[in-house]
């Protein structure tokens, strides 16, 4: 499936609030003087399953790597050091490594002593990072429109790339109320239907989905472009008029109030007109910006007109765990990730979106994570 610039994700809450001036792109990465104090090991590499899922990423890191597309995009990366050479002789090592040590701790070691953590100097100068995350949703959707699915997901239009600029409003596309007019250039190019208009609107936030069909079969879908105009996040149009403070927004909350208040719907759905398309991708796991597939808590989506696509980083920040009686607890985790991904609410050295999954259970999760953290990118010592 080719991927756009804008890629798999498009935050579901990314951009809460806005990100102060940026450093210059030779300053977004420093080395750091005292590795021996970054976090804690990756104790999720304890689990076999874990560690093959790194593994994995790696792999498909490294076929990257070795694409022209990546010879093209390391032509623009402006971090020092960072060559397209130098990353793939880190995978290639860190994947060594990874193999050897199957003691998390003994691993932790071993990298830091064959590696450089650079750090990422965050939004803030000091090393802040923003984490929140994304997943790919798993909803039931009709291959034709009944009265119960009427809000549809659409196809590219053929010639769409010869389209006029500024491109359709989102209310000239599907109408105020998710209903396309008879007028719109959109009509005949229906995907499938779903429920629920915050469901399709959800989908293409996170621009992949996982389809159970009313006739028995299971879709999957995938981007395929977007109307050309920056992506507006309803939590942020909440937060800016009082109904949330940032601190208390989250997914679950945000799907509670557009529950209990669908007719606001209409009134903050249009104000983001960038549109997506998708296409079926018979099966295929999501794909991130640089073509491959992204994995559960191994893949990240950052700025790619700032840090390295496909690198090795390390990631210390919290995530949300399940506890037996249904609530979620927040605990501190640190991972070895590999930078797969962007998104169009993904700006600066600040932000980082962590790939959580597929499901409902994921969607509750990911929505969950709005959260300080430190980001570091890992090279082999000279």
């Given amino acids: 499936m080719k991927i756009f610039w804008s890629g798999l994700t498009i935050a579901t809450l990314g951009a809460l609030a806005s990100l102060v001036s940026q ?39 490294l076929r990257y790597i070795d694409t022209n597309t990546a010879q093209e995009d390391y032509t623009k990366v ?54 929140t995350a994304y997943f790919e949703p798993a909803y039931v959707a009709s291959p034709v429109k009944t009265s119960e699915f009427q809000y549809p997901l659409y196809r590219q239009p053929p010639g769409f790339e010869n389209w006029s600029q500024p491109h359709p409003s989102r209310i000239a596309l599907e109408g105020r109320d998710g209903i396309p007019p008879s007028n719109s250039p959109l009509r005949g190019h229906e995907l499938v239907w779903l429920k629920s208009r915050l469901e399709a609107y959800l989908i293409q936030v996170q621009g992949s989905a996982r389809l159970q069909l009313t006739d028995g079969r299971t879709m999957t879908i995938g981007f395929d472009g977007s109307t050309d105009y920056e992506y507006v996040s309803l939590g942020k149009e909440l937060i800016n008029e009082g109904i949330f403070q940032p601190e208390e927004l989250s997914l679950p909350k945000l799907i509670d109030y557009f529950e209990a208040n669908p007719a606001e719907l209409s009134t903050y759905i249009p104000r983001n007109n960038r549109f997506i398309f998708f ?25 790619k007109s700032i840090f390295p696509p496909g690198a090795i980083a390390f990631i210390a920040t919290q995530l949300p765990y399940q506890r037996a009686n249904g609530d979620w607890l927040k605990l501190p985790v640190s991972r070895y990730v590999l930078d797969q991904d962007t998104g169009s609410a993904i700006k600066g050295a600040g932000r980082v ?20 953290g430190n980001l570091y990118y890992l090279l082999l010592k000279d």
Avoid: C
């Fill in 23 to 61: 450093p210059g792109l030779t300053q977004v990465l420093q080395p750091t003087t005292n590795p021996g104090a970054i976090a804690l090991p990756d104790y999720g590499l304890w689990q076999n399953p874990e560690r093959q899922k790194l593994l994995n990423a790696i792999d498909h890191s």
């Fill in 279 to 303: 296409q079926e991708t018979f099966g295929s796991p999501p794909i991130g910006s640089i073509g491959v597939p992204v994995l559960a808590e191994r893949s990240i989506a950052t700025d």
């Fill in 78 to 131: 402006q971090v020092p050091g960072f060559s397209r050479e130098k990353v793939r002789r880190s995978l290639v090592r860190f994947r060594q490594l990874v193999q050897q040590y199957p003691d998390p701790r003994q691993l932790h070691q071993a990298i830091q002593q064959e590696f450089v953590f650079y750090r990422s100097v965050g939004k803030d100068g000091m090393g802040q990072v923003d984490f």
């Fill in 353 to 372: 979106d962590i790939f959580l999954g597929t499901g409902p259970n994921t969607q509750t999760r990911a929505g969950l994570v709005n959260d300080p």
